[in-house]
């Protein structure tokens, strides 16, 4: 079985810029979440889709974005890039319906570098 | 604010050794608890779940988990230099803003000598 395919793994850009990132799940997992991962900060939740929908939000400005689609996968936005946005961005894939016993799969990550 | 403890390392165990991480947490309420491998520039890997207290044993890997103590923890027995990487552990928050998410600690950075 095919993991969590993320594209495009390096991106490199500069202040005031766009992003757009994306993310396949795993076959069958519907839901897609989203990470930032620094050395400062670790990895922090930006946000998680569930069929189409988006079901949890961490504590991010609203440049940054995302969406789901019909095949559940998911693209994150980042407007007016900052040079604090250079991170490693994480989508995990999951497939259970509810949280209680819903196991996490990580794709490779996009590094992105704002200059 | 939810929060995930982790102590940063590094732990430095000898070949053949057991390792022991260790994590706490703050939400109370939480009921699912994971642990992750990371190597330097690769993304987590899931190496443990667990959900009820007391022990979970896969292969050389055993999580402890007790809710009382809000502590869970991670022990590798008969350590590998492959082992060593940074060890997240990450608990599902249960209520609030934070119900769902998964919220990670730090990390510990362990090394394994040959």
């Known amino acids: 079985k095919a993991g969590v395919t993320q594209t495009p793994r390096y991106l490199i850009k500069t202040r005031g810029q766009q992003v757009t990132l994306s993310c396949s799940p795993i076959?069958?997992?519907?839901?897609v979440s989203w990470y930032q991962q620094t050395p400062g900060q670790g990895l922090q939740f930006l946000f998680e889709?569930?069929?189409?929908?988006?079901?949890n939000k961490g504590n991010f400005p609203g440049r940054f974005s995302g969406r789901q689609f019909s095949n559940s996968r998911s693209e994150m936005n980042v407007s007016t890039l900052e040079l604090g946005d250079s991170a490693l961005y994480l989508c995990?894939?999951?497939?259970?319906?509810?949280?209680?016993?819903?196991?996490?799969?990580f794709g490779p990550g996009t590094r992105l570098t704002v200059l | 604010q939810k929060e995930v403890e982790q102590n940063s390392g590094p732990l430095s165990v000898p070949e053949g050794a057991i390792a022991s991480l260790n994590c706490t947490y703050s939400?109370?309420?939480?009921?699912?608890f994971f642990w992750y491998r990371q190597y330097s520039g690769k993304s987590p890997e899931l190496i443990m779940s667990?959900?009820?207290?007391g022990d979970k044993e896969d292969g050389r890997f055993t999580a402890q988990l007790n809710k009382a103590s809000q502590y869970v923890s991670l022990l590798i027995r008969d350590s590998q230099p492959s082992d060593s990487a940074t060890y997240l552990c990450?608990?599902?928050?249960?209520?609030?803003?934070?119900?769902?998410?998964?919220?990670f600690g730090k990390g510990t950075k362990l090394s394994v000598k040959p």
């Open positions: 990450a608990v599902r928050g249960a209520y609030g803003g934070s119900q769902g998410n998964l919220i």
């Open positions: 076959s069958g997992h519907r839901s």
């Open positions: 939400d109370r309420g939480s009921q699912s």
């Open positions: 667990i959900y009820s207290n």
């Open positions: 995990a894939s999951s497939k259970a319906l509810d949280y209680t016993e819903s196991e996490q799969f």
């Open positions: 889709y569930f069929s189409e929908t988006q079901r």
